[in-house]
């Protein structure tokens, strides 16, 4: 997943603006990329309930670009969010595994305790012996 933030970071790199003085001269470029990385993370972990992932990241970053560029930067976000989603819509899996170094699991716990270990379904994160949870848990929304 790292290699969409870092595009994102290469691409935008040479507009960032110098930070205040007083504040540590890569601070800026610090700042951008670590947004970057931060919004790929939570979408390859946690898509289903990232809903704008890439207005997240513009509205976190602008403020480290001339105005001028506000036009270049959303651009430069907005395809490369879209490269990162089409790639988990195709690779949820290895999306997941990416950061967090392993294959995600079920995430319901089995009846004698232990975490279920099967490898859950991209869209709600259950197995398939499992998925019976995922339609209480909407029920269980919707009343709420
Ligand atoms: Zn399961």
């Known amino acids: 997943m790292y290699q969409f933030s870092r595009a994102i970071y290469r691409e935008l790199a040479p507009h960032i603006v110098a930070p205040k ?51 270049r930067v959303h651009q430069v976000v907005a395809r490369y969010i879209g490269f990162a989603q089409q790639f988990l819509i195709e690779n949820p899996l290895a999306g997941y595994a990416s950061i967090c170094g392993v294959a995600p699991q079920c995430r319901a716990t089995t009846r004698k305790g232990a975490a279920c270990q099967r490898v859950p379904l991209p869209h709600n994160g259950y197995c398939p012996s499992h998925q019976h949870l995922a339609d209480t848990e909407d029920r269980e929304l919707v009343a709420a």
């Open 21 to 71: 003085p007083g504040v540590a001269a890569n601070a800026n470029h610090e700042h951008v990329l670590r947004a970057c990385e931060a919004v790929v993370e939570r979408m390859a972990v946690d898509r289903h309930y990232f809903a704008r992932p890439e207005r997240t990241l513009f509205c976190d970053i602008r403020s480290h670009f001339p105005m001028s560029e506000q036009g």
